[in-house]
């Protein structure tokens, strides 16, 4: 069952989270969950529970009007994160929380859906493919320090 995220205490939201992204802190985690729930036009998420309601997958999106790579519409939706719990992988939970998007991302008037994940990140990149999303462009970036 996929279930939009309507509060920042949504069962299993922030366990998700925080598997995804371990080097956040909770309060960190805490202020994205409300910002995500305040922009509601604009953040989304998705949760997906298994057969004993328990929290298995975290989809989390965005509407973005600035430049994103490889796109030429506006807004885009953009994949800002999705996990599935290791033992519920490979049996269409992914897939799931993505058509959800999906859809939120139709009714907000999106033609694209966009996503990025690091050069290394090779089983990203093929779950990306598996989703259905092609491969734009490869991006490499810089920066210097002033002071």
Same mark, same amino acid.
Not at 51 to 57: Q, V
Not at 83 to 91: A, D, L, N, Q, T
Not at 100 to 124: H, I, K, M, Y
């Given at each position: 069952?996929?279930?939009?995220?309507?509060?920042?205490?949504?069962?299993?939201?922030?366990?998700?989270?925080?598997?995804?992204?371990?080097?956040?802190?909770?309060?960190?985690?805490?202020?994205?969950?409300?910002?995500?729930?305040?922009?509601?036009?604009?953040?989304?998420?998705?949760?997906?529970?298994?057969?004993?309601?328990?929290?298995?997958?975290?989809?989390?999106?965005?509407?973005?009007?600035?430049?994103?790579? /490889?796109?030429?519409? =506006?807004? #885009? $939706?953009?994949? %800002?994160?999705?996990?599935?719990?290791?033992?519920? +992988?490979?049996? /269409?939970?992914?897939? =799931?929380? #993505? $058509?959800?998007? %999906?859809?939120?991302?139709?009714?907000?008037?999106? +033609?694209?859906?966009?996503?990025?994940?690091?050069?290394?990140?090779?089983?990203?990149?093929?779950?990306?493919?598996?989703?259905?999303?092609?491969?734009?462009?490869?991006?490499?970036?810089?920066?210097?320090?002033?002071?």
């Amino acid at each position: 069952m996929i279930e939009r995220c309507t509060t920042p205490n949504q069962p299993g939201w922030l366990a998700l989270r925080e598997a995804l992204w371990p080097q956040c802190p909770r309060a960190e985690h805490e202020a994205e969950m409300a910002s995500t729930i305040a922009a509601a036009t604009d953040l989304v998420a998705f949760l997906a529970y298994g057969l004993a309601s328990n929290p298995i997958g975290l989809v989390e999106a965005a509407l973005r009007t600035d430049y994103v790579n /490889g796109t030429n519409s =506006s807004p #885009v $939706a953009f994949l %800002e994160g999705i996990y599935v719990v290791p033992e519920s +992988r490979g049996r /269409g939970v992914a897939r =799931s929380l #993505v $058509a959800a998007v %999906e859809q939120w991302a139709l009714s907000a008037g999106c +033609r694209e859906f966009a996503s990025d994940a690091p050069q290394g990140n090779t089983e990203s990149h093929a779950m990306h493919r598996a989703l259905g999303f092609e491969e734009t462009e490869r991006v490499v970036f810089f920066r210097k320090v002033l002071a």
